[in-house]
């Protein structure tokens, strides 16, 4: 505990800390933390800060490498800079007036937990997830919850006008967010990265005329809420970064008479969806939907002539881009390598020759799908150049297949295929390979392959033996409906069903293995179609159980159980359990926890009501289990 000695102070302001740390309790009649007043201090473990002090300075607390816990009172006004920066351990905040929270002016972009680790804000001791701001209070300041990951739904009263700059940015968790119509101005990237949020925003609120600033034909600014946006008739022009991190924005649209999409307009509106750019558009500048990372479809006119650099870059959800004969001038860099997996044109000469791959993948599943356009000149740059698209032809089997459907694989390059199929250990790559040599080439050809497809049937059949009483979901194809738990989206789920040799189905045929669906109760049009195709329906968690997808494990701290079983061990090398994670598990009866953790959230393993805990006696989960009322057996 702290006393007088352990503080140098000069007329209310603490200059300096010169205790032996601990948990350290600031003394009442300090108004003022000083700049770097506690910096580097790495015996600190938790800090109270008395009612009465108005500001934190800079760097206060910088470097505090061990402080886990801070309680600041509603008397705070102002914190500076980097206050926070370079403290790991802090993943909890006490405060006890939201509202007086929601009035802090955080300097320089800095809320206490810039540049901390992930934290849970608590007031008066409970973890903010389902939040209701206040009445009474008008503007949420910059920066107020950023980062806060205890956070789930936030609801506004109709007091609130302004939502500040960046004000619940990466609040990963962050899942409902309602806005009022009286909030007449949310700052950029207010919900950056929040990207399991979705935004109750009424179209009056999104549409108001003053949310416009419209001069000569070219709309310069929107000022909104987000949501829902239509932009008002008689625009000629979006003008450059007119929407430039409004990252509550989840659908444009765009009136006839729009001629261009100026540079960076929706720059980083993370959570735009779709867009429909109207005929007789006809450039879409540099930077036009950069970072829009939610974006999963856009519509282009055959009136449009230009897309500038970068115009899609960091769209990772926006599977296929269609470019009409009609674009001319293509910027090489207008989409990136996370980005867009496909490009349909019908003439892939027109591309620089780095994105003639993505010409290849998108115009096979245009193909696939019954479109016809440009196929000749695809099929010709898929033909020459089939020995460079093998690894793409592997990642993306849809063009896999169009080679083999269409004959476009020449006999010189069959042995490539067959050893990169086998390589990848993808049972119905293989197949479809050998399939080919069967079907695809004459007699004279087939000679020379014989003896490898004997050997690798053998090897397919070997490796379908192999899998049976075996989890995995290699060579099975998987669909999916609703809403993810466990993945952050449809793209993170697809690349994991890829990576483990399986594949995303895009609809259900007889060839499906398994549907996923979180809520399998639920009757729908696409589980009554699974069940007369006797497609087993499987929750997503049962699915991560198939995978072997059992744990999100971040060094040694365990983030989250995917998995279903009812009893479950904590794997060997994990110290400490986070925040909620077991949520959602309320099936689980049995939990094993060894020695090795000292740390589990508060809430790591709330709402389980029948959970019983499994662990060395005196260790600290026996402690943990006693605190919170949980039965515990000793092993």
Request: proline content about 4%.
């Amino acid at each position: 505990m702290s006393n007088a000695s352990d503080f140098i102070i000069e007329n209310g302001v603490l200059k300096k800390y010169v205790g032996p740390g601990g948990d350290v309790a600031i003394p009442e009649g300090v108004t003022s933390i000083g700049k770097e007043a506690f910096r580097g201090c790495d015996a600190i473990t938790s800090i109270t800060i008395p009612n009465g002090v108005t500001s934190i300075g800079a760097g206060a607390f910088e470097l505090c490498k061990n402080l886990a816990k801070v309680t600041i009172p509603r008397s705070v006004k102002s914190i500076g800079s980097a206050a926070f920066f370079g403290c790991d351990a802090l993943t909890g905040l006490t405060i006890s007036d939201l509202a007086a929270w929601c009035d802090i002016v955080f300097s320089q972009q800095q809320n206490p937990f810039r540049g901390a680790s992930k934290h849970s804000l608590y007031l008066n001791d409970m973890p903010v997830q389902d939040m209701d701001i206040p009445r009474g209070v008008t503007t949420i300041k910059d920066y107020a919850f950023f980062g806060c990951s205890s956070l789930i739904r936030v609801s506004f009263p109709d007091s609130v006008t302004t939502i500040g700059a960046e004000a619940f940015g990466n609040c990963d968790n962050l899942m409902y967010v309602t806005i009022p119509e009286s909030v007449t101005s949310v700052g950029g990237c207010a919900f950056i990265n929040c990207s399991k949020a979705e935004f109750a925003i009424s179209d009056e609120a999104a549409n108001r005329p003053e949310n416009f600033k419209i001069e000569k034909g070219t709309l310069k600014k929107y000022y909104g809420p987000g949501g829902h946006v239509v932009i008002p008739q008689g625009v000629t022009n979006i003008g450059k970064a007119a929407f430039y991190k409004c990252s509550s924005l989840t659908a444009i649209t765009i009136p006839e008479g729009v001629i261009g999409i100026g540079y960076g307009a929706f720059d980083k509106c993370s959570a735009l969806t779709s867009v429909t750019i109207p005929e007789g558009a006809k450039s879409i500048g540099g930077y036009a939907f950069n970072g829009c990372t939610k974006l999963t479809e856009v519509k282009i006119p055959q009136s449009l002539k230009s897309i500038g650099e970068r115009a899609f870059s960091g769209c990772r959800c926006l599977a296929v881009v269609n470019i009409p004969d009609s674009t001319t001038e293509v910027d090489p860099d207008f989409l990136d390598a996370d980005g867009v997996t496909g490009i349909v044109i019908s003439n892939p000469s027109r591309l620089p020759a780095s994105l003639r791959a993505k010409a290849a993948v998108g115009f096979s599943r245009n193909h696939l799908n019954g479109e016809e356009s440009g196929f000749k000149e695809n099929c010709k740059y898929i033909k020459s150049n089939a020995a460079k698209l093998v690894d793409v032809a592997i990642t993306y089997p849809d063009l896999l297949a169009l080679m083999c459907q269409e004959r476009l694989i020449a006999p010189k390059d069959i042995q490539i295929y067959m050893e990169a199929v086998q390589k990848a250990g993808k049972a119905d790559l293989i197949a479809m390979i050998l399939d080919y040599c069967d079907n695809k080439i004459n007699a004279k050809q087939k000679e020379g392959v014989e003896k490898r497809k004997e050997k690798e049937q053998a090897t397919v059949t070997d490796r379908m033996l192999a899998r049976q009483g075996k989890q995995g979901i290699e060579g099975l194809n998987i669909a999916v409906t609703g809403n993810l738990e466990t993945f952050g989206n449809r793209n993170e789920l697809k690349a994991f069903i890829l990576e483990n040799g399986g594949k995303l189905a895009s609809s259900l045929t007889a060839k499906v293995d398994y549907l996923i669906m979180n809520y399998p109760e639920t009757d729908s049009a696409k589980k009554q179609a699974a069940q007369e195709l006797g497609i087993e329906v499987i929750t997503e968690r049962k699915f991560n159980d198939l995978a072997g997808r059992l744990f999100t494990i971040e060094g040694t701290k365990l983030i989250k159980y995917c998995g279903s079983s009812e009893k479950v061990t904590v794997p060997d090398g994990v110290t400490s359990i986070g925040f909620f994670a077991f949520q959602g598990c309320s099936g689980l009866t049995s939990l094993s926890i060894s020695d090795n953790v000292t740390s589990i959230d508060t809430f790591a393993l709330s709402d389980l009501p029948n959970l019983t805990i499994h662990a060395p006696a005196g260790s600290y989960a026996e402690q943990y289990a006693k605190e919170n009322n949980i039965p515990f057996v000793a092993e």
